[in-house]
RNA sequence: GGGAGCGUAGCGAAGUGGCUAAACGCGGCAGACUGUAAAUCUGUUCCUCACGGUUCGGUAGUUCGAAUCUACCCGCUCCCA
C-alpha cells in the first residue's frame, strides 16, 4: 500500500459524502460514476466524448484485454493510457467478474480459475497472483483483487467456501503486487450472508488495501438482499479509503450506495442499453425504438444537457436505431452516461447543502415505481 | 406465332392430398439487459378479447378431405421465331 493514494473526504451528509483521490492519472472527486471500457474502449466513445460528458476514470477488463490484444502488446504499447490514448484515470477489474458471468466454461480450484477461453477454445488460467501481474503489465491506475464473484442464490457453504478462499486470494495479490504507481482494492464477498459481509470485509482491511469494492451486487438479486449486501460490507470499511460499489447502475442503487457511504460505481448498463435503443430518463426507460417516437421532434430530455439533447431529437435518434446506424448508439451512449453523471452531480450538490436524503426521496418520488433501470 | 415456366401472409421463400393458419428469412410491433462472450437476446406478426372465422391469383370441379389434383380464366417471366 503506497501512501500516494490519499482519498481526503471534503463534504459529509450523514453516511454520504464527497472526497478526492489522488491517482497516477489525475485526482477523482467522488462520487463517481466510471464508465466501462472493457477492451480498452468505452464502446463507440472517443476519449473527447467522455471528456465532454464528464467522465474521470474509466475501468477496463484484465481477461479480456489479456485473451486480445494480450497484456504484452499493451505493455509494448507504454501501458493501456498510452496504447489507447487516455490519458485520464483507468481502472482495471481483475478478471474476478468472469467466474461468474463465464461461469459455464470455467474451473476453480485454489491456484485459480482455469477458463475455457470463448474466443477459441483455448485454455487460460488466472491465478491471483497472475490476474495482479497482468494488470501492473496495463498499468491500470487502480487495480483489482482477484475474486470470485458468487452467484445469487447460492448456499451458504458454498458463499462461506468460495470466500474463504477469495481472502486467501486477496491476500496473496497483495504480497505480490508491487507497482508503486498503480492503487491495489480489495473485493468485499459474502452472497447475502451478514456474517460472512462482515468477515470479508474485516479481513481485507486487516490485509490494507488502497480502496474497498462491494461486489456481487446486482446480479439478479431482489432490492432488499442488495440493501443488505451493500450495508453488511460497507459497515466495516474504513472511513479514509475509498469504497467502490461494482457493477452498480441504476439510480436507485447508485444513489443507496451514495446514501451508504459509496464513492465510486460502475456499470455497463448505460451504454448497453443505449446500443439497444433503451434511454435512461428521469421518468424512467424510455425505448427509442417504439413507433410512437416516429415523429417527435423533441429531445430525450429537455433539461439534459448532454451532446445529444442539445442536438438531436428523438424522431431522429429512433431512425438511426431503426437503420442500425452506429451514430444512433454512439448518441445514445452519451446520453445515458451524461444522465447517471447528472445524478450523482446532483447528489454532490445535495452532499453540499447537506440535504442528501431529500434529494434522494425527490428523485426517487419522480421516478415513482418505474423500474431504476 | 411456337415452346417452357411461375403466381403462397407486408416482402422474399418453403410446402406439392389429411400431422398446414401454413417452415424459414427479412420487414413490423413489443420486451429484456447492472465489476460487457451483449451493435445481443426474447416474444409477437391473416381477422377476432374470446368462442370462432376467412386463406395460398380467380372461378368451377374431383375427393370424406385441396395451397397441393383437373378445367377454364386473369396476371407475370424466360426461350425460340
Given at each position: ?249 441504476s439510480i436507485d442503487y447508485?444513489l443507496s ?107 426517487l418520488?419522480?421516478f415513482?415505481?418505474?423500474?431504476g433501470?
Amino acid at each position: 500500500m503506497s501512501k500516494d493514494f490519499v482519498f481526503t473526504v471534503i463534504h459529509e451528509d450523514g453516511k454520504a459524502r464527497i472526497a478526492t483521490f489522488k491517482t497516477s492519472h489525475g485526482v477523482i472527486e467522488t462520487p463517481v460514476f466510471m464508465p466501462v471500457g472493457t477492451l480498452a474502449t468505452v464502446k463507440t466513445l472517443s476519449k473527447e466524448e467522455l471528456d465532454a460528458l464528464g467522465a474521470q476514470i474509466i475501468l477496463g477488463n484484465t481477461y479480456h484485454l489479456l485473451l486480445r490484444p494480450t497484456s504484452a502488446l499493451i505493455a509494448e504499447a507504454g501501458g493501456l493510457h498510452s496504447f489507447m490514448n487516455y490519458q485520464k484515470p483507468i481502472l482495471t477489474d481483475s478478471g474476478g467478474f468472469q467466474v461468474f458471468s463465464l461461469a459455464k466454461s470455467r474451473k476453480i480450484t485454489e491456484a485459480g480459475v482455469t477458463f475455457k477461453n470463448h474466443l477459441n477454445g483455448a485454455t487460460v488460467f488466472m491465478s491471483p497472483e497472475s490476474s495482479i501481474k497482468t494488470q501492473e503489465e496495463l498499468g491500470s491506475d487502480i487495480a483489482m483483487s482477484f475474486d470470485e464473484c458468487v452467484s445469487y442464490p447460492v448456499s451458504y457453504e458454498y458463499v462461506k467456501e468460495s470466500l474463504a478462499r477469495t481472502l486467501r486470494w486477496a491476500k496473496r495479490g497483495k504480497d505480490i503486487h508491487q507497482r508503486k504507481d498503480q492503487a491495489l482494492f480489495g473485493i468485499v464477498q459474502g452472497g447475502e450472508f451478514q456474517d460472512l459481509r462482515e468477515q470479508s470485509a474485516r479481513s481485507l482491511v486487516e490485509i490494507g488495501f488502497d480502496g474497498y469494492a462491494i461486489g456481487g451486487t446486482s446480479i439478479g438479486e431482489p432490492k432488499e438482499v442488495f440493501q443488505k449486501m451493500l450495508v453488511d460490507g460497507v459497515r466495516y470499511l474504513p472511513f479514509d479509503k475509498p469504497r467502490y460499489l461494482m457493477g452498480v447502475g441504476s439510480i436507485d442503487y447508485i444513489l443507496s450506495g451514495i446514501e451508504q457511504g459509496i464513492d465510486m460505481f460502475d456499470c455497463v448498463l448505460p451504454t448497453r442499453l443505449a446500443r439497444h435503443g433503451s434511454l435512461m430518463t428521469m421518468d424512467g426507460r424510455i425505448n427509442i425504438k417504439n413507433e410512437k417516437y416516429r415523429s417527435d421532434f423533441t429531445p430525450i430530455e429537455v433539461e439534459c444537457d448532454c451532446y445529444t439533447c442539445q442536438n438531436y431529437t428523438k424522431a431522429y435518434l429512433r431512425h438511426l436505431y431503426i437503420c442500425d446506424e452506429t451514430l444512433g448508439k454512439r448518441l445514445m451512449s452519451i446520453h445515458n452516461l451524461r444522465f447517471l453523471m447528472r445524478i450523482v452531480a446532483g447528489a454532490k450538490e445535495a452532499i453540499k447543502a447537506k440535504r442528501f436524503l431529500e434529494y434522494k426521496e425527490a428523485t426517487l418520488k419522480r421516478f415513482g415505481n418505474k423500474r431504476g433501470f
